[in-house]
Every structure is written in structure tokens, then in C-alpha cells.
């Protein structure tokens, strides 16, 4: 089951990004999250979510550069009767704010494979079995996401030829009413169909899906590798942590937690282009 | 004992003052039971009873008594009778729980406990049933609609149920899918499973039922003879139609079954000479999302002409009524139109209905287009007048079906595109549509429309053109089209290859030769 391996690989991601204030091991496993994401979906599918990435991160970097004002480097000053905005404007605010930055940036890439590369269902069922009868329910629902989408369109499409056109709150009436109504309906029909299988009868049993394959098998060992060479070196104090203020300074690069980063970049051989094929 | 028994019962959807199933009286046993009747006539109602979603999903109030498999069910649970009777819904879409084939066949052993050890038997066996075996590890998002359709029954049978219960399942599906699903059926039943099928277009299983239930107006008649039952049907099929007007005996439920019919080749309608261009497509190759699924389309159909799309699912057919209806663009080629009013109809079209009165909706589309027609026009047409100042979702399945159409096709547009209009509809829902089609063909719209309904097509149709495998082909007109052993032959066309596709088209020439000539057999 593949979805195992890619919630452990988003996990070492997040695990590790967030155990650090070190913009360069921050760095590093951005790089390798947008290794793995270019990798899996190709760059078409990826490139709105890179974007999205980097717009997160660099208007993390401005907020933190207008808001902060600390710092020894002022770039440039605003005078301070300024509401909000006035005072200096530091470089360690602006270097601080990007590393910031790419922290939510990676914590984006590193989640994002789990709606990419997998379906509501096979995320819902790599749950443990405790939570199998709530997943059941939620992963039924979330196969109702696509055709909302789809029916929003094709009423949109359809009242467009029947001479409607948004124009105003109460426009948009001919076709939130048709997609609410059908989506209502559609809802009730799946719950429906739930029933009549047995749905909630009470305790329930599992086909259990095919093991973990090789593959599956070298990316959870991977990350759980990564996860733990990090975590050891950073109670070693191998990792060095970093703070800019009051003057900056560049962040220190040891060989181990530098390794363990770059681990997470594995999966983009096993998950290239699964998209393509699925 | 029977396998189900519903004695003298009544039954009222909550808030409902007239029953929806009233003095029911039914035995089903081993075999194909097949149920008919015209849309809101309680088909569905009744086939919820079976496994107890009426009354215990929908609420309501129930008198008398239904035994299914020795349970009482107004006082079992669904969820136990689910375990004794399987149920396959008409939308493919909406009933499919997980991401995986195997996953989705195994959420009902799954939900009544059945030990793990089983599970991946209990998933080969069902859907080796359906003829799916290989399709085991697939996604079920990547499967087609036949396929999804065959994965319900298959999930419907896992739980080796002694009842499998079908809502009109082929009728969101194409010609091949709802062949093979039919064929399983029937299958399933000579098996010596008792399988319950409503459905309205019955031409597949009428001749392999063992009984017929008519629901009509919450009233049930049971029919052991099928062949006594085809006479008693609202809308039945065309074959029985024809055995009906010419007064067969035995009636023929087949074009098999029919006495040979020697009718003079040739003559039949004059073609009728095309208006000018209404619409013409270009070596046009298109596609969703930059992908062409039809490439070198060249067709083009004149003012008050009938073109009919058929083919497969996933071909291209609503790609093209898309592209005409210039909400997709091509990737190459060129699109023309006459200048006027694009009129689409959806598939589901009630969907759309969103304004307080059935007149508004009418209102709505022709104020937009500026035409002056009162929206009365097209109501009366369609038998919509007494129930103009209605709240459309508060009316039957079929007058809401006939309030789309008079919601969309209003007025006189120059191009009118239909989707597969006779999804769902009954007998009476179908003569309206035709009836409009006529209309708007003599105000010199040009008509195209997609379909699976092979019948629909020879009836209103010009042209027929197969849509499908990356190329769109003209077949010709319907008498050539839906011919003798054409891929979409009617039952008449196949009764006399090379004559008359319809009915009404036998009866006319039936009329027109010499008696001498009728006895010729």
C-alpha cells in the first residue's frame, strides 16, 4: 500500500523541517520536497503548487520585513510616527521572515503528494484500524468532491447558454441552487447506498490490501533513517541552531543532518511520473 | 415459501397524504422478475421495500406486511436485511464507497463482520460474476460507466445475498455496458438467484422474465405470463408495439419471434431536401484540457435537420455538442454557426430548474434570448399549463423531466443541442420530447442529439452519425443506420433489413401495399 509510504515521507518532512531554526537544513529539505513533488506529478501538474510555495514563502519574508523592525542592518527606515508601517527595516527581519518562509513553503510540498499521488480512500484507509469506521465515512464523502466540481461547471455551463451571466450576488442564485440541491441529493442517494451494504452494523472486519511493496518498504526506511540520523545528531548538538537577531549571521552546514535532508529527496526515483500511469 | 411476500401493504412518504404504494399484493421467487411503469409510479418505492430503505431510510408510515427472506421488515434493520438482499442503484457514481476494485467489493462483508480470512474470496467470486476478475487492483475513478455499474452488482453480491435488487441500472449507461450488465442478469437468474429489475426500456429483459410487476400509480398487478404482460406495458417495446398494431399471436417479445415481414424495398419517406447550413464543423480536431479525443471532424447539418450522435461512452459525443455549443474550443479547425440562440440541454437537465415557478424558468431563458413568445406557448406543448405557478422541484419525476425541456428549448433557437435526452424518461416524457423536436424542426432549428436510444433515433432523426474511437462517421440517414445487423439497429430494423426502422414506419407501408402483398409470408 502505497499510501503508507507517502504519509511516512510527508511526516519525515515535516518532522524535520519543523525541529529546526536552521534556514540551511530548511533549505535542503525544501529542495528535496520539490524534487520528490516535481518528480511524481511532473513539472505541468507542479507548477502551481510551486508557486503557490513561493509566493507562501516570500510574503512571509515581506510581513516579517514590515512588521518586525529589529535588527542591526537597516536597509531603509520609515519614520516612526507611521502607523504600522513606519520604523527601520532590517535585514534580519527580511532574512528571518524567508527562513520562516520556506519553512510553510516545505510543510506545503511535503503534504501536497497526499492529495497528488493518492485517493481520499487509500489515505483514509493507511488510518489505523481504530478510525477505519469514521474513514470509511469521511473517504465515501470526499468521492463526492470531484463531481461537485464538475457539476459547478457544467450548471455554470448550461445556464450560460440559457442566457444567464454573473452579474451580482443574486446571479450567482441560478447556479448555487442547482449545485447545492443536486449535492444535497447526491448525498442522500450515497448514504443510501451505504445502508444497503450494512454500513454501521457494527463491528467490522478488512480486506487487507497488498503489503508494502520494495519500493514502499525503501522510502519509509528512508525517512524514518532521515528522521532519526536528525534527531540524533540534533540532541548531539551536531545541529547547530540560529538565531539572526541582533546581527546576522550565516547558518553553519554539518555533514550528518545535511545527509539526513537530502534522504528525503529519495522517493523521486519510486514515485516518478506515477501520475501519468495512474 | 416465497422468498418475498408483501401482503395488502400501503405506504406514505412522511408528509404525503396519498400513498405511494397502496394494497400491494407480490410473491418473488427464484428468477428474473422484471419491473415496469411509467416514472413516479412507485418502481423505485417498491424496490426499496425489499430491503427495508422504505420505510426505515426514508421514514413514512407503512401498513400490511413485507417478508423478505423470512424477516419482517418493518421491524428489521436495513442493515440486517442487507445481509439477504443486495441493491444496485441507477447512478454508477454515487454509490461507489472506495478508491479500489477490490476495496469497494469488500465494504459489505466487510460491514457485516465476515471473517478476514474470506474476504479476498468473497471478492474474487463477485467479481468474477460480473466478469471483472482482472480488473481486481484497479482504481475504481479509471473505470468506465458499464465497468462501475458491473462493480455495484459485483459489491451488491459479495454478501451472497438470496435477493439482488436493480434500480434502473442501465440507464446512465451506453449501448455495450447495459448489453453486458443485462446479460448478467439474466445469467444470475437462470442460475436460480431471484433478481428484481426495474427498469423502462425493456426490450433486453422482457423476453427472459419470468414475471412481470406494472406499477402504475402505487397500484401493483403481477404478470407470470411476460408475453400477457408486453400488451399491459405503458411504453413497451417497439416489437411488441408492432405485434400489438398488426395483431400477432403469439406475441413476439423479439424480432426473432416475429412472422417474417415482406415489405417492397425502397420507397418509404422522400428524403426531405436539407435548409440551408445551420452548423458545420471543419476538419476540427477538439478535446478537454488541450487533449484531442476526435480529430478530422468534418460534418454539418442544415437548418430543421435531426442529426443524431451515437457511440460509445467516453467517445466524444457531449465533446462535440460542447464544441457547437461554444463552450469548448477547438485545437484545430474551424466551428460555424448560424447566426442566433444556442439552445444545450444537459444531461439531467432538472438540475437546472432553480426558479420559484415553472413559468419563471421559461420566463428566464426567453427574456435573456429577447424573443417575445410567451412562455405559455411551449407549456401548453408540453402539458405544462396546469402546473405553471408550481415550485419545479415539486413536481413528478416526468413533469419535471418535461419542465427541463421547457425550461431550455423554449421559443425558436437556431441551434438546439440535446445530451442524451431520453436518460430516465418514460413513454409519455418521450412523445413530449418528440413532439417538441417536430416543433422546433418545422420553425427551421437545427437539431443535433446525443443518444443511446436507438429507437429515439429513428423516430426523429435525419442523420445518425457514430461518434467514437477519435473520428466522428455519418452512417446516413436512419433507414440505412439503424438497419438490418447495424451496430445500432432497431428491432425493426432488424425485423426487415433495409425497410422501415420504426414502427409507424411498417404500419405505413403495411397500409400502402396491396393485400396480396401482407399475405405474402
Known sequence: MRARAVLAWSAACLVIVLSTTNPAYRGLVLAAAVAVVVAGVGLTRARPLLVAAATLAASTAVLNLVSAHVGADVLVALPAWLPAIGGPYTAEALVYGLSAGITLATALLAVAPISLLLEPSE?????????????????AALNLVPSLAASFTAVVEAQRLR?????????WAAVVVPVVLSAIEDSIQLAEAMEARAFGSGPRTRLRGPGLGWEDRLVVGAAAAAVALFLAARALGEVAEWDPYPFLSPPSLAPVPAVACLALALPSWPWRSRASTA | MALARVDRLTYWYPGADRPALAGVELEIEAGLTVVAGPSGGGKSTLLRLFNGLVPHFHGGR?????????????????RRLAREVGFVFQDPELQTVRGLVAQEVAFGPENLAVPERDLPGRVDEALEAVGMGALRERRVRTLSGGERQRLALAAALAVRPRLVVLDEPTSQLDRDGSRRLVAICRDLARGGRAVVVAEHRLESLLPAARRVVLVEGGRVTVHHDPRAAAAGLPSPPAIVRLGLQLGWSPLPLTPEEAPPLRLRAGGGEPSRSPGPEGWALREVSVGPAGRAVLEGVDLAGGAGEVVVLMGPNGGGKSTLLRLLAGALRPLAGRVERRPGRVAYLPQNPTVLLHRPTVRDEVRFTLERAGDPEPPEVILERLGLLEVAGSYPRDLSTGQRQRAALAAVLPGSPALALLDEPTRGMDGEARAALRALLAELRGRGTAIVLATHDADLAAEVGDRVVRVGEGVARDLGPPALALSGDAEFATQIGQLCPGGPVTVEGVLQRWAAAAPAERAGG
Open chain 1, 163 to 171: 442566457g444567464w451571466r454573473p452579474r451580482g450576488p443574486a446571479a
Open chain 1, 123 to 139: 489515505v483514509v484507509d493507511a488510518l489505523p484500524g481504530a478510525l477505519a469506521r469514521t474513514g470509511a465515512a469521511v473517504a
Open chain 2, 62 to 78: 407503512l401498513a400490511g406486511r413485507a417478508v423478505v427472506a423470512g424477516l419482517d421488515v418493518a421491524s428489521t434493520p436495513t
